[in-house]
């Protein structure tokens, strides 16, 4: 069976490769929202998985990854995978005909998705990597503001992702899957810049905070800049208040957002204009950006012109992260400041 197009009416069968948290709570049931796509199984390497995955969501079960790339009936695959397996069954699935839509963070490594994209392009297939905050309006109307001119000329844009420390057991702190605060909370900053930075951006320095006890970093700032001199500065990290912002900054005024990447369907972002003598709040309209993302990889699969687009887009990102990772100082992790007698910090 070719690679269906979502065009001709018929909903492309989706599989999805790893029985991950995230394809549970938000994905699949996103895939079931969406009419262009049809779930067909879901893989693990633990039947007991594969089947509880199967029982609440009315698919097959598979066990076994390279078993679902087999199927017919699958043409295009979800991987939320570990990161460190991303690219390479990325690369399986797209050589067995496969469209794909990976979870980020895909890689830091550009010479590795650059292959991938080039993969993707002979096979005629959709190579996609899943930052699904890109698919909330509240960015295209901060855009739109910053085209109209609302701030003047954009100098500087920065934002924040932080996440409390939590169980060292997960995913995230493990060095052999990947982990580390970069590909799992700096990569949302560093693709959110690219939304106002130009295409020429690059890494003008770097720090990432290391936890010997775990080998991952957990903390981490980057700083960014184009060929027209805006800067992007990008704190993220594990060690944190929760922070889910950014913010746009130019000659006449300021845009920000407070949850810039990962509202809930039901919530109504606010966005804040700040103009001299003048500070608006605008209430914007909810959206479910996990549907918005399948639903574009599901337009993708059928239109070559996306598929260029989301593999150029995969390779700097992967590009930048790269530059990150080699340009780094790496710092050991802050001491905690002493409690004052009474048990209040200073």
Not at 15 to 41: E, H, S
Not at 147 to 162: D, K, N, Q, V
Not at 277 to 282: A, C, L, N, Y
Request: hydrophobic share 45%; proline share 8%; aromatic share 6%.
């Amino acid at each position: 069976m070719s690679p269906g197009n979502p065009d001709t009416g018929r909903p492309l069968g989706i599989g999805v490769l790893g029985a991950a948290d995230i394809a549970w709570r938000r994905t699949i049931p996103a895939i079931q929202r969406c009419d262009r796509l049809r779930l067909v199984a879901v893989a693990s390497r633990a039947p007991e998985r594969a089947a509880a995955f199967a029982g609440r969501f009315g698919c097959e079960p598979v066990t076994g990854y390279e078993r679902l790339l087999e199927r017919d009936d699958v043409e295009a695959v979800y991987i939320p995978l570990p990161n460190a397996l991303h690219e390479q069954w990325a690369a399986t699935a797209l050589r067995a005909g496969k469209h794909v839509l990976v979870e980020k963070s895909l890689n830091a490594d550009a010479a590795g998705a650059a292959a991938l994209a080039r993969t993707a392009a002979a096979g005629g297939l959709a190579f996609m990597e899943n930052f699904t905050f890109l698919h909330h309006g509240q960015h295209d109307r901060v855009r739109e503001l910053v085209a109209e001119g609302a701030i003047g000329t954009p100098r500087a844009f920065s934002a924040s992702f932080g996440i409390p420390p939590a169980d060292l057991s997960l995913i995230r702190y493990d060095p052999e899957l990947g982990g580390g605060a970069l590909l799992e909370t700096g990569t949302y900053t560093v693709r959110a810049a690219q939304l106002f930075l130009g295409p020429d951006a690059e890494v003008a320095g770097a720090v990432l905070r290391h936890d010997p006890r775990t080998g991952v970093d957990v903390a981490g700032s980057a700083l960014l800049v184009d060929g027209q001199g805006v800067t992007a500065q990008c704190d993220f990290g594990f060690t944190h208040l929760y922070r889910c912002t950014y913010a746009i900054w130019g000659s006449a005024g300021r845009i920000s957002l407070d949850w810039a990447f990962t509202p809930p369907p039901e919530a109504r972002p606010v966005l804040r204009l700040e103009r001299p003598g003048v500070r608006e709040e605008h209430v914007l309209p909810a959206a479910d950006q996990f549907l918005g993302a399948l639903t574009a990889f599901a337009g993708a699969c059928a239109d070559p012109v996306k598929h260029e687009e989301h593999g150029a887009a995969a390779v700097r990102q992967a590009a930048l992260l790269e530059s990150i990772k080699r340009q780094a100082h790496v710092v050991p992790p802050q001491c905690q400041t002493p409690a004052r007698p009474d048990g209040r910090r200073p």
